[in-house]
Each structure stands twice: as structure tokens, then as C-alpha cells.
């Protein structure tokens, strides 16, 4: 039979932050932007960088490519986060206690939820040119949206405890207030 109460609704808050974190990181290694090359194919670039597809350059680093003219590593940022938000994903999913429980923990995942949407839905509508394409030749990849969609986990988890879904039941302490005499 599957455990209920507030000790199994922190652990499945604390999986969902965790799937939202994950997801974070693993968007961060999908493609970011892509291109049609000369040839009729594709090419796509990820978010740290790694040039993929049909391109003569495929294989490479995009880093590597500029020389230290530039970077692109648009995946970093979510990928930082991401790692943030599991961590604290974690010690909700493992720590019990307190009358109100992981507050400050909460806060940490809102922080990484709106850091993961932000820059995600930011990347989504403006993919930028990799300082490489001409402004508008690059298309958006998959990966700044899921990004969004794990920050959007991370922070649906963090509000999910801040509202005090977790928080253990109040238990009536008898007579409070003036009392008669």
C-alpha cells in the first residue's frame, strides 16, 4: 500500500522540483539554435556550444570555432540552476521537521524557477545569433523551452510548499485566549 500523509507529499514535491531541475540540466546539452546550411540540411548548436547536424563543422565546439573571439554557452545559466534547484529538491524530498517546513528551501527553488523560466521563454523568443549568424538567420531550438518547462516544475513545487501543503496539521492546544474564572 502507498504511504499517505505529509511525509509522502514532501517526497513527491521534492521528485517533482527534482524532474524540473533535471530538466533544467539536461536542456542545457539540446540544441539552443539551428540553421539551414548550404547544402539543404540542418545545423544545430547547443547550449554549451557543440555544433551538430549536417554541417561541415559538425562535431566541434562552437568556443573552439571563435577562438576566444567570443562564447556561447546559453545552456550555463539554466544548467547552474538546474544543479541549485536538485540540490534543494533533495533536502526537500530527504528533511522532515519544523512547524513550517522548508521555507527557505522553498524560497532557493523559487529563485531557481524563475531564473529557469526567464531565461528560458528570454532564449525562446530571442535565440540570438551565436556570434556567428546574421541577425535572423538562426531559428530556436528546443532547448530554451525546456528550460522554461523545468523551471515552471521547480517553481509549481516551491509554491506548492510555500501555500503550506506540507506543513504538519495544526493540533488544538485546548483553551486559548482569556479564560473564565
Same mark, same amino acid.
Given at each position: 500500500?502507498?504511504?499517505?500523509?505529509?511525509?509522502?507529499?514532501?517526497?513527491?514535491?521534492?521528485a517533482v522540483a527534482g524532474l524540473g531541475a533535471l530538466l533544467m540540466i539536461g536542456a542545457s546539452f539540446l540544441p539552443w539554435i539551428s540553421t539551414g546550411?548550404?547544402?539543404?540540411?540542418?545545423?544545430?548548436?547547443?547550449?554549451?556550444?557543440?555544433?551538430?547536424?549536417?554541417?561541415?563543422?559538425?562535431?566541434?565546439?562552437?568556443?573552439?570555432? $571563435?577562438?576566444?573571439?567570443?562564447?556561447?554557452?546559453?545552456?550555463?545559466?539554466?544548467?547552474?540552476?538546474? *544543479?541549485?534547484?536538485?540540490?534543494?529538491?533533495?533536502?526537500?524530498?530527504?528533511?522532515?521537521?519544523?512547524?513550517?517546513?522548508?521555507?527557505?528551501?522553498?524560497?532557493?527553488?523559487?529563485?531557481?524557477?524563475? *531564473?529557469?523560466?526567464?531565461?528560458?521563454?528570454?532564449?525562446?523568443?530571442?535565440?540570438?545569433?551565436?556570434?556567428?549568424?546574421? &541577425?535572423?538567420?538562426?531559428?530556436?531550438?528546443?532547448?530554451?523551452? $525546456?528550460?522554461? $518547462?523545468?523551471?515552471?516544475?521547480? $517553481? &509549481?513545487?516551491?509554491?506548492?510548499?510555500?501555500?503550506?501543503?506540507?506543513?504538519?496539521?495544526?493540533?488544538?492546544?485546548?483553551?486559548?485566549?482569556?479564560?473564565?474564572?
Open positions: 500500500m502507498a504511504a499517505t500523509g505529509p511525509a509522502a507529499l514532501r517526497r513527491v514535491i521534492g546550411t548550404e547544402d539543404g540540411g540542418r545545423t544545430a548548436i547547443t547550449g554549451w556550444g557543440g555544433i551538430t547536424g549536417s554541417s561541415g563543422i559538425a562535431g566541434t565546439n562552437l568556443n573552439d570555432v $571563435l577562438d576566444g573571439a567570443g562564447t556561447y554557452r546559453p545552456g550555463l545559466i539554466g544548467a547552474i540552476f538546474g *544543479v541549485i534547484a536538485l540540490i534543494a529538491a533533495i533536502a526537500v524530498a530527504a528533511v522532515a521537521g519544523g512547524a513550517r517546513p522548508h521555507r527557505v528551501t522553498a524560497s532557493v527553488l523559487v529563485l531557481c524557477g524563475l *531564473v529557469g523560466v526567464g531565461w528560458g521563454v528570454f532564449r525562446g523568443f530571442d535565440p540570438g545569433d551565436a556570434g556567428v549568424f546574421e &541577425a535572423g538567420d538562426a531559428a530556436v531550438g528546443i532547448g530554451p523551452w $525546456l528550460t522554461a $518547462l523545468g523551471g515552471l516544475l521547480v $517553481l &509549481a513545487a516551491a509554491v506548492t510548499i510555500l501555500v503550506g501543503v506540507i506543513d504538519p496539521p495544526v493540533t488544538s492546544a485546548g483553551r486559548r485566549g482569556i479564560q473564565p474564572r
